[in-house]
C-alpha cells in the first residue's frame, strides 16, 4: 500500500468546520463562539471551500442567518444537516492520505478524548457526510482504530510528530503500544519516522496533551513550537522539558529541523478556578492564510509576527481565541483541512 500523509502547509480543496450550537456545551458563552466561527468562515470561505456541519434543519437555518448578515461570500460555503454533540472538527473529522495519487479519507473513531464528554454523533459525522456527497468522489475508509486529528502533525514527508501524553497514557486503544502505533502510522499514513514528545502537555488539556497545541511544521523543515520563559508560570516546567528534548532531537538529526519557538500567552482561568490550556501554536493553515490565536494578551502580536515569519506568501492574521478556551480549545480544533482532491 503506496501512502503519504500530507502536511497542513500542502494545497487544500476545503476545510471542514462543525457549528456550535445550543444543545452542546457552551451556554451563554455561544454568541461569542459563533463570532469566532463566522470570522473563521469569512477567512477560509472567500478562497477555497468550506464544509458547515449543522445539527439540525433550524441550525442549518440559523448558520444561513448569520452567514448573511455577515455579508459572507456563498459560492464556497456547503451546509450540511448531521447530527453533532461538538464543534471539535479537528478530532472528529477524518484524516486525508493520499494512495496512488488520490485522496483517501480515513475516518477513525472518535470517542470524546477516552469518553470525557459525549462523542456519538461526532464520531458518525464522516461517515454521514460521504454518505450526503459533501466529498465529491473521494473514498473514505472506516478505521478501528481510536485517533484524533489534534493528536498527529506531519511534515508530509514520513514524518510524524505525537505526544507520548495522549497516545500512550490511556485506553484509547488499550492494545497499541508505541511500536503497535508506529507500525499503524507507517501502514496507514507511510511515515517511516515517529517522533514522541514526552513532555509539555499543558494545564486544563483536556485531550491529554494534543500535539497541536505544542509543536508544528511550518514547512518540511520547519517546526515552530510553544515555550515558556517564565519560570512562575504554571506550564514553565513541561514546556521546558519539552523545549530540551526538541533541542536534543535536533542535536542527533542529520538534517535538524530549523526550529521556532513563540511566546506563551498568560495563563487563563475558568470561572471555576480551572486552568485553561492557550497556546499560540493552535492555528490554522489555508492555501492563502495562517489564523493564529490571540488571546488579548501582550504576547499576541509577537507571536503572530513570529509565525508570519514562517509562512511567507500567506496573510497571517490573529483572532480571538478567548471564547473557545473557555472550553479547553483553540482556533485548530475547531478546523479539519481537506488536501487538494478531495472536493475535485
Given at each position: 500500500?503506496?501512502r503519504?500523509?500530507?502536511?497542513?502547509?500542502?494545497?487544500?480543496s476545503?476545510?471542514l468546520?462543525?457549528?456550535?450550537?445550543?444543545?452542546?456545551?457552551?451556554?451563554?458563552?455561544?454568541?461569542?463562539?459563533?463570532e469566532?466561527f463566522?470570522?473563521?468562515t469569512?477567512l477560509?470561505g472567500?478562497?477555497?471551500?468550506?464544509?458547515?456541519v449543522a445539527?439540525?434543519?433550524?441550525c442549518?437555518d440559523?448558520?444561513?442567518?448569520?452567514?448573511?448578515?455577515?455579508r459572507?461570500?456563498?459560492e464556497?460555503?456547503?451546509?450540511?444537516i448531521t447530527?453533532?454533540?461538538?464543534?471539535w472538527a479537528?478530532?472528529?473529522?477524518p484524516?486525508?492520505?493520499?494512495?496512488e495519487?488520490?485522496?483517501?479519507?480515513?475516518?477513525?473513531?472518535?470517542?470524546g478524548?477516552?469518553?470525557?464528554?459525549?462523542?456519538?454523533?461526532?464520531?458518525a459525522?464522516?461517515?454521514s457526510?460521504?454518505?450526503?456527497?459533501?466529498?465529491?468522489?473521494?473514498?473514505?475508509h472506516?478505521?478501528?482504530?481510536?485517533?484524533?486529528?489534534?493528536?498527529?502533525e506531519?511534515?508530509?514527508r514520513?514524518?510524524?510528530?505525537?505526544t507520548?501524553s495522549?497516545?500512550?497514557?490511556n485506553?484509547?486503544n488499550?492494545?497499541?503500544?508505541q511500536?503497535?502505533y508506529?507500525t499503524?502510522?507507517?501502514?496507514?499514513?507511510g511515515?517511516?519516522?515517529?517522533?514522541w514528545?514526552q513532555?509539555?502537555?499543558?494545564?486544563?488539556?483536556?485531550?491529554?496533551?494534543?500535539?497541536?497545541?505544542?509543536a508544528?511544521?511550518?514547512?518540511?523543515?520547519t517546526?515552530?513550537?510553544?515555550?515558556?520563559d517564565?519560570?512562575?508560570?504554571?506550564?514553565?516546567?513541561?514546556?521546558?522539558?519539552m523545549?530540551?528534548q526538541?533541542?536534543?532531537?535536533?542535536?542527533?538529526?542529520?538534517?535538524?529541523?530549523?526550529?521556532v519557538p513563540?511566546?506563551?500567552?498568560?495563563?487563563?482561568f475558568a470561572?471555576?478556578?480551572?486552568?485553561?490550556?492557550?497556546?499560540?501554536?493552535n492555528?490554522?493553515?489555508?492555501?492563502?492564510?495562517v489564523?493564529v490565536?490571540?488571546?488579548?494578551?501582550?504576547?499576541?502580536?509577537?507571536a503572530?509576527?513570529?509565525?508570519?515569519?514562517?509562512?511567507?506568501?500567506?496573510?497571517?492574521?490573529?483572532i480571538?481565541?478567548?471564547?473557545?478556551?473557555?472550553?479547553?480549545?483553540s482556533?485548530?480544533?475547531?478546523?479539519?483541512?481537506?488536501?487538494?482532491?478531495v472536493?475535485?
Amino acid at each position: 500500500m503506496n501512502r503519504r500523509l500530507p502536511a497542513e502547509f500542502e494545497p487544500q480543496s476545503g476545510t471542514l468546520l462543525t457549528w456550535p450550537h445550543d444543545s452542546g456545551h457552551w451556554g451563554d458563552q455561544l454568541e461569542k463562539v459563533e463570532e469566532v466561527f463566522i470570522e473563521i468562515t469569512h477567512l477560509l470561505g472567500d478562497h477555497q471551500k468550506v464544509i458547515i456541519v449543522a445539527d439540525n434543519e433550524a441550525c442549518r437555518d440559523h448558520v444561513n442567518n448569520l452567514l448573511t448578515a455577515a455579508r459572507i461570500q456563498r459560492e464556497n460555503i456547503d451546509v450540511y444537516i448531521t447530527p453533532c454533540n461538538d464543534c471539535w472538527a479537528r478530532d472528529h473529522g477524518p484524516v486525508t492520505v493520499i494512495e496512488e495519487d488520490e485522496p483517501v479519507l480515513l475516518d477513525f473513531t472518535f470517542n470524546g478524548w477516552n469518553r470525557k464528554y459525549p462523542f456519538q454523533r461526532d464520531n458518525a459525522i464522516t461517515g454521514s457526510l460521504s454518505g450526503l456527497g459533501a466529498f465529491r468522489q473521494s473514498k473514505v475508509h472506516s478505521m478501528a482504530y481510536v485517533l484524533e486529528g489534534g493528536a498527529i502533525e506531519t511534515n508530509g514527508r514520513g514524518c510524524l510528530l505525537t505526544t507520548a501524553s495522549c497516545l500512550l497514557d490511556n485506553n484509547r486503544n488499550p492494545d497499541q503500544d508505541q511500536t503497535g502505533y508506529e507500525t499503524l502510522f507507517e501502514q496507514h499514513f507511510g511515515c517511516h519516522e515517529t517522533i514522541w514528545l514526552q513532555h509539555g502537555q499543558l494545564a486544563g488539556d483536556d485531550t491529554d496533551g494534543h500535539i497541536d497545541t505544542l509543536a508544528r511544521f511550518a514547512d518540511v523543515s520547519t517546526l515552530i513550537y510553544q515555550s515558556c520563559d517564565d519560570s512562575d508560570h504554571v506550564d514553565y516546567p513541561a514546556l521546558d522539558r519539552m523545549q530540551q528534548q526538541l533541542i536534543s532531537m535536533n542535536d542527533q538529526r542529520d538534517k535538524p529541523f530549523q526550529l521556532v519557538p513563540v511566546p506563551m500567552p498568560v495563563k487563563h482561568f475558568a470561572d471555576d478556578g480551572s486552568p485553561l490550556p492557550a497556546s499560540y501554536v493552535n492555528f490554522i493553515i489555508s492555501n492563502r492564510r495562517v489564523l493564529v490565536p490571540a488571546y488579548e494578551d501582550r504576547h499576541d502580536e509577537e507571536a503572530r509576527t513570529i509565525i508570519a515569519g514562517c509562512f511567507p506568501g500567506r496573510d497571517v492574521i490573529s483572532i480571538n481565541a478567548l471564547p473557545l478556551i473557555q472550553q479547553c480549545g483553540s482556533l485548530h480544533c475547531t478546523a479539519m483541512h481537506l488536501p487538494a482532491g478531495v472536493l475535485a
